[in-house]
């Protein structure tokens, strides 16, 4: 410009310039993203920041508040907020051609400032800022019940097994004193196994007269014995009425995604959803009406009933969620769309992407682009660390 004698204009003249030019994206960015909703929505939006009569608080601000009880109340109260702000309809606007970075910066404003100043900002930018808080809330708000479903079912699982250890300590007793009589019996008989036969009639004779004693110590071990490293789930069915205080609006209020390894599990979480809304007074199903591919081995004692062929709806219930929470906590099942229970692996590069992008990444970490060279590669750095540790070993103090 200096050379074809062009007069700059002033720094204030610049400023001014480029704060008129923003100011003009920011209203027409405010006046797209109102524009999304209807005026049904936006008056409930705007009824949200109204004190009401005989309250000291919005419901905007009740909204913001998470719930931070990890109790079952806390997950009831997680879910009637989920259902509220989902109400507002906020979630199901698409704002993809909006800038993400700029829907969330309104979004994190809406949730630090006061009531009064959102009242105040004129009518375009306060329904664009409400609509773009909320629509970060409705995910948000998913993530609270499922942080408090985690924590909450993790609790009960805990509680039951403390329970369980508690009572077994207390069976050990009469669990010893049977296995005792069980040992002395059949005891007396190895005994004399090598002996006369009048010695092995005897023995045997003795067995006959105690038998009703030996019975009952058989039925005593039969009804005490547990598996090893036993999870005690009957003490986490037995907490199935708590659990039955969320447990449908749960299922109604979240919808997960899985890989393929995990589909059982999400079959199961939908058919019991099925259950509960279509039968709910049924506490027993055929097992021909219930996917048990969830059923594990731990649990198929408590859940499936040999004789009568039937599932006891307590018992696969906890199953059920048991697993969810282990899929969660995998991230093989998944909430769409979230931030802190998503699917990791939507993050990865698509297959083009990576095609494209192979070559200057192998170049900057410095590796081939051929995968089997490197395998191979850390397949001989392995052989030799561990032909040097087995060398050595003899010497190893």
Not at 52 to 65: C, V
Not at 326 to 343: E, F, H, K, Q
Not at 352 to 375: I, K, Y
């Amino acid at each position: 410009m200096l050379s074809q004698r062009v007069l700059l204009p002033g720094a204030n003249v610049l400023a001014r310039l480029v704060g008129s030019v923003r100011e003009g994206a920011t209203r027409q960015f405010m006046a797209r993203l109102a524009g999304l909703a209807s005026p049904e929505p936006r008056t409930r939006l705007d009824a949200l920041l109204v004190v009401p009569q005989g309250r000291r608080r919005s419901e905007l601000d009740r909204l913001r508040r998470p719930p931070f009880t990890p109790s079952i109340g806390g997950l009831i109260q997680a879910l009637q907020r989920l259902g509220e702000v989902r109400a507002l309809g906020a979630g199901e606007l698409d704002l993809s051609k909006l800038p993400v970075r700029r829907v969330a910066r309104l979004a994190r404003y809406a949730g630090d400032a006061w009531v009064t100043q959102l009242a105040d900002l004129a009518a375009d930018r306060r329904t664009a800022t409400l609509i773009a808080f909320f629509h970060v809330l409705t995910a948000s708000a998913r993530d609270d019940v499922i942080d408090i479903f985690d924590v909450v079912f993790g609790d009960l699982q805990r509680l039951a097994t403390n329970r369980g250890k508690k009572r077994r300590a207390g069976e050990l007793a009469d669990y010893d004193q049977a296995v005792g009589e069980l040992h002395a019996s059949m005891r007396s008989l190895l005994d004399v196994l090598d002996d006369s036969d009048d010695a092995i009639a005897a023995a045997l004779g003795c067995l006959h007269t105690d038998r009703e004693r030996i019975d009952a110590a058989l039925r005593t071990v039969e009804a005490l014995m547990r598996p090893p490293a036993d999870p005690f789930h009957e003490r986490l069915v037995a907490c199935y009425p708590q659990i039955r205080r969320f447990l449908p609006n749960l299922i109604e209020a979240i919808d997960f995604e899985s890989t393929v390894s995990a589909r059982p599990v999400l079959d199961a979480y939908q058919a019991l959803g099925r259950w509960l809304d279509e039968r709910p007074h049924a506490t027993r199903l055929p097992d021909a009406e219930v996917p048990l591919a969830v059923v594990n081995t731990s649990w198929r004692p408590h859940v499936s009933d040999r004789e009568d062929g039937t599932v006891n709806r307590a018992a696969y219930a906890c199953c059920v969620l048991d697993q969810l929470r282990m899929g969660l906590r995998r991230r093989d099942v998944y909430a769409p769309a979230s931030t802190r229970w998503g699917d990791p692996r939507a993050d990865l590069l698509s297959p083009d992407a990576w095609q494209t992008q192979r070559d200057q990444a192998c170049e900057d970490l410095a590796l081939d682009p051929d995968p089997t060279t490197v395998v191979a590669q850390l397949a001989r750095a392995l052989d030799d660390a561990w032909r040097r540790t087995a060398a050595g070993l003899p010497t190893n103090p």
